[in-house]
């Protein structure tokens, strides 16, 4: 045999076996990507991996729950442990998709307290454990001169003759019609009790026909800072926690306006029949503990759903100047005029509403 | 001469004293058989991976048996029930037992979806009196009816009822802007939730556009490709191909940086001039991008089958043509055009079945007018998870192209085609 030849055996040997070390790793977490995910592979996945000698391969997907089902109903489970929004979470329940999770096996806080008191109200779920609290905001670069003063309004965002250009927003009627709403004058508290209503509906789209041409519709959560810093738009709704990380990890100036935030859970469910079920338990059980979850809000500013976690927030990972709590949907000065996204109206209505929104954006 | 008329004829036999015709007949069979059994895995393999996956998807058009299966005993009343009457303690006692069932199974979320892309509105009544099923005491009318009044309202019975037949039309009806109801049979959608036939529409319109851009742009280029001197034209042919074997996502990303509002056309229409900065052209995102993009993905397969026919034509019949007097024009409508339509047919049907299912450069580029029914179809794969209304509006989509493809067959003639 050739030395050429030992040689290429050699390295598509090594390529076998490299390729067969990742498809056999312990765990597969399934995130949203991003800024998001790489907090959650600090706070979570390196202390985890280093505790249990376990490996992990994390994936980023979508959203949404058509994944999991094709996964279950196709008997071929292949992701262990997922980062879902609350409305995916109760309706994938519902529908039979999800390991049931037991809240005992959840670890106490450090004094004490049983996690299921220690988790902040709505929280915990039947098949889902929440980590964090996430909002929808707009955001703005204010670097960019512009002749106009600073918004601080949800209707700013629908001012196209105050405030000109193009507009960036997610894809979707969830959030949007809310915002289209506030926008209106609608009080917070009465939002959903309008959108509940065929008027209400209509309210909200005419009002989003206001600036329909203006809008640059985005679908994955890193774009909004892409189309800001891109100039592409001058405003854009967006996940906090990406702005925030746009800001102090990349140097850009972009601003958010808190005025009419939304915000919403997201929650760790685990799909039936995962392989690696016992593993995906752990896993939930380590980083939904108070330590994990202050740690992970020290690299995104997302709200831990600990109220154990909460008073341990620290500062932002690489600048120890900027004190995490004053960036969270939930801090004093961000949450004056704030709404919870209603997951039973969004799982009564999504098909609905989305069929309405599709319809309104092809005509 | 008449007895030996009546007498029949020897038949011819082989060596082995077998007639000749059945031995000839054994022969060809096995020789079929050994010809059939080559194509044997092709076919096998056809049939699993493609015809039986289509016929499968389409039944799912008009099959759904979610609702029965989870509710054996409701399905039966409503069965029998008319529609009309308010249902009786019967049916409520039946939903009951049903609920419990499905509560403890994890089912309810399944038959909730069910119901709720019949009746919006009304899936949390569904999760929550599951949640409360166990502990509903007879009669059950009134404690249902007291769990949440919305049970009172007959058009929920009404959607259960249609929900319950397990083989409907309902989603062809949606995936015509339509509904089926029980009382009033096939209606119209509210106006304002029309979109499928639109985006039919659409598609068709888009598809077309890019046919004819390609035909257009790809019938000089293929005319090059075939009269030039090898050495250009091998040169040509690679400018054509390199493009082809580059990815699909590649070359849509490609048009993004070029056509974006802060891209490479825009920038150099401000330098020049052409227009203003706060004024730059909107040339994605939108109609003209999806179509700009299209095209340009699509053109290959134009040009190729277009240049495999024009390279057949000899040029002495222009010759002989323009010898004859003919003007360069007049030789080219009356000689060289006619001879290249087997190209042209064949170019523009493989451009316009390809363009009408295209669904990722219209997702990536198409903004919001610019979207084509395939993306509608992906989305209700993807993201509502309403697999049978993306059968039946994949079955439509099959059913137009086999109907043009019928129509071109009586029109120009399908044996007039030639791929290459």
């Not at chain 1, 949800?154 to 003759?161: L, V, W």
């Not at chain 2, 009304?122 to 059950?140: E, H, V």
């Amino acid at each position: 045999m050739s030395k050429l030849t030992k040689k290429i055996i050699a390295i598509a040997g090594a390529s076998v076996f490299v390729s067969g070390a990742a498809m056999a790793a312990d765990l597969t977490v399934v995130s949203w990507g991003g800024a998001y995910t790489k907090s959650q592979v600090e706070a979570y996945h390196k202390p985890w991996m280093a505790k249990t000698g376990k490996s992990i391969v994390s994936e980023d997907y979508g959203g949404g729950i058509a994944e999991i089902k094709a996964q279950v109903e196709s008997g071929n489970v292949t992701w262990d442990i997922v980062d879902v929004e609350l409305s995916d979470a109760i309706r994938a329940c519902d529908e039979g998709l999800l390991e049931q999770i037991d809240h005992s096996t959840l670890p106490p806080a450090p004094d004490g307290t049983p996690a299921t008191e220690d988790f902040l109200p709505g929280t915990l779920h039947d098949c889902a454990v929440a980590n964090i609290v996430w909002s929808s905001v707009y955001a703005y670069d204010s670097s960019k001169t512009r002749n106009w003063n600073k918004p601080t309004k949800m209707a700013d965002f629908f001012n196209t003759k105050d405030f000109p250009g193009k507009r960036g927003m997610r894809k979707s009627p969830k959030v949007t019609l809310e915002f289209a709403l506030i926008a209106d004058g609608v009080p917070v508290s009465q939002v959903y009790d309008v959108l509940g209503t065929e008027e209400g509906i209509a309210r909200a789209f005419a009002k989003l026909d206001t600036i329909k041409d203006d809008i640059v519709w985005w679908e994955a959560g890193a774009q909004p800072p892409q189309l800001l810093a891109d100039g592409e738009v001058v405003f854009s709704t967006a996940w906090n926690g990406r702005v925030f990380n746009a800001k102090n990890a990349e140097g850009q100036s972009f601003e958010m306006v808190w005025d009419g935030q939304i915000y919403d859970l997201d929650l760790w469910v685990i799909p039936k029949g995962s392989k690696n079920k016992e593993a995906a338990l752990d896993f939930l059980a380590f980083s939904t503990a108070t330590e994990q979850l202050a740690a992970q809000a020290s690299w995104i500013s997302y709200g831990p759903a600990r109220a154990s976690s909460v008073a341990k927030i620290g500062t932002f990972h690489s600048d120890p100047s900027i004190k995490m709590a004053d960036h969270m949907p939930t801090a004093p000065a961000n949450f004056k005029n704030a709404l919870q996204n209603d997951f039973e109206f969004w799982a009564d209505n999504a098909d609905q509403l989305n069929e309405r929104f599709n319809a309104w954006l092809a005509s | 001469m008449a007895d030996r008329q009546t007498v029949p004829p020897e038949p011819i036999t082989a060596a082995d004293g077998t007639p000749l015709k059945k031995k000839l007949a054994q022969a060809l069979f096995r020789s079929r058989v050994r010809a059939a059994s080559l194509v044997l895995p092709l076919f096998a393999f056809i049939m699993a991976s493609f015809v039986i996956p289509i016929i499968a998807l389409m039944w799912q058009g008009v099959y759904n048996d979610t609702f029965s299966s989870y509710t054996p005993n409701l399905t039966e009343q409503l069965k029998v029930w008319d529609g009309i009457n308010d249902p009786d303690e019967v049916m409520y006692a039946a939903l009951v037992a049903d609920l419990k069932t499905a509560s403890a199974d994890r089912t309810i979320g399944r038959i909730a979806t069910r119901v709720n892309q019949e009746f919006p509105g009304t899936r949390s009544l569904f999760t929550r009196t599951a949640r409360k099923a166990k502990n509903l005491k007879p009669p059950f009318k009134d404690s249902v009816i007291k769990a949440s009044k919305k049970w009172d309202n007959i058009e929920v019975w009404r959607a259960m009822k249609i929900t319950s037949q397990d083989l409907t039309p309902g989603f062809y009806a949606t995936a015509l802007d339509g509904r089926y109801t029980v009382d009033q049979g096939f209606i119209s959608q509210d106006e304002n939730r029309q979109i499928y036939v639109k985006l039919f529409w659409r598609t068709m319109m888009i598809s077309a556009t890019v046919m004819g851009l390609c035909l257009l742009l790809g019938y000089p280029v293929a005319y090059l490709l075939a009269t030039l001197p090898l050495r250009t034209s091998n040169l040509l042919m690679i400018m054509v191909l390199l493009p082809f074997w580059t990815s699909l996502l590649v070359r849509t990303t490609a048009w993004i940086a070029i056509l974006q509002s802060q891209g490479v056309i825009n920038d150099l229409m401000v330098y020049v001039g052409i227009t203003a900065d706060d004024a730059r052209f909107s040339l994605i995102y939108n109609m003209t991008g999806t179509i700009i993009a299209m095209t340009h993905i699509l053109l290959p397969f134009m040009i190729l089958p277009l240049y495999s026919v024009m390279k057949t034509i000899p040029p002495s019949y222009m010759r002989a043509a323009r010898s004859l007097g003919a003007t360069p024009t007049t030789a080219f409508i009356k000689v060289y055009m006619p001879q290249t339509i087997p190209g042209i047919g064949a170019g523009g049907l493989l451009v316009f079945i390809l363009a009408i299912g295209y669904y990722i450069t219209p997702a990536l580029v198409g903004g919001q007018d610019g979207q084509l029914i395939s993306n509608m179809i992906a989305y209700h794969m993807q993201k509502s998870l309403n697999w049978s209304l993306a059968a039946a509006l994949g079955g439509i989509l099959l059913a137009g192209v086999l109907l043009l493809y019928w129509a071109y067959d009586r029109v120009v003639g399908i044996d007039n085609m030639k791929l290459g």
